[in-house]
């Protein structure tokens, strides 16, 4: 059945359902615990240890003095491993934490949610998690899932039985930090379904990239289905899903540069920052890690080494201006050619890869360029030997593998504040 025909036979005895069982869904913890959520003039504020509190920071867990440093005040994790580490860490950066329970996804039902020993050593283990850290000073919130999906069938009511087990246990055992879960953009289903199914979340979440553009428009279009309180957990450039792509379905990254762009459009433009209703927001990802490319992502470049991204939101939450800006890159090319050119190499040939800067101060930048396969499998990869000097506009020859595989070449501009990295997609044919 799809979402319109659910809609329209489901629709009026949904808000029937709603309109009997009054708020729920938009539990607001009353002002006793360490954390809450209150509400008054219709706006909504979080505050800890009785001072108010806008989330902005990190979906992530390392780099905490450099968050710290450029005006952030929270991270996130989506699970509890090395959760101790995290909550201590945070605590001497003064920063607070968003504690992730990961939880299966709702499709799991044989695999997971009807095996009672499976569910009941979770409930166990999760409960152990919030007695031993209930108290920490670090604890911000408890996030119960992400992306786990909240369906319409009767046939997931085991999963919601399981989760609203969860729920009850958090809420019972540790009173003084509210609960949220994070989905993938506003969907109605996930909503109606939390509403009529789930007993108490204080507020929700939402991973959104593109589509954050819409997400102001869509919670005053429903605000009739759920008006209570947001955060947004997890918000970026496009993703990969969302992007321009090659002839053999590759997503075509941005510069780094470009990536920068795109994070100061989505912060001062689409961020609903006015909304009564938001709580703050996480930018993803606040770390270096592989999704997709080592690059599309990560805010923080190896080692923790400083990148546009991270000077860009630093501008944003600060005001400050970086003393030394990261270079602007102006074109990544190989022979010439752009990645939305579908760039096909023969092997065993030299090919040119050019990189251009938009800057003359150049002293102490350098450049790495490394050629590896574009599944980014750590364990395949071999970076390229050479280091290129640096000069306005630097030209590096390479040979790339014999094998026909899907290649990407990296360049990381490297330099004393800095630390840029691009990426270029190029592929072999076959022969």
Known sequence: MTPDRIRRYFLFPCMLLLQLYG???????????????????GKYTLYRNSTPFLVKGGAGYTNMSTLKAIGGNTIRTWDTTNLKAILDEAAANNLAVIAGFYVPESKYLDHFYRDEKKVEAQYNAF?????????????????LGNEVDFPYSPKYNRFYTVYNRLLDMIHADDPDHPVTTAMINYQFRNIMNIRLKIRGLDLLSFNTFGDLKKLDEQLSANEWLWKGPFLISEWGIYSPQESRTTAW????????????????????????VNNPRFLGALTFYWGYKTEVTPTWYSIVGQQGARTAMMQEMESCWT????????PAVERLLINGKKPIDNIFLSPDTVQTAELK??????????????????????????????TMRVSLLRTAHGSPS??????????????SMTDMEILQRLIPPFT
């Not at 026909?404 to 501009?413: C, D, E, H, V, Y």
């Open 319 to 326: 005001d400050r201006q970086p003393q030394h800006p990261a």
């Open 402 to 415: 014999a094998r026909p595989k899907k290649k990407a070449l990296i360049a990381s501009i490297h330099g």
């Open 249 to 272: 379905s590759a997503p075509i990254e941005p510069t780094s540069t470009e990536k920068a762009k795109y994070y100061h459009e989505f912060y001062t433009k689409y961020l609903p």
């Open 357 to 386: 800067l938009a800057t003359t101060d150049t002293a102490r930048l350098r450049i790495l360029w490394e050629v590896t396969d574009e599944d980014f499998d750590p364990d395949t990869s071999r970076p390229c030997t050479s």
């Open 23 to 41: 708020c729920k869904g938009d539990r607001t913890i009353r002002p006793s615990g360490k954390v809450y959520i209150y509400r008054e003039n």
């Open 127 to 143: 409960r152990n998690v919030v007695l031993r850290y209930r108290s920490h000073p670090a604890l911000l919130m408890w996030c």
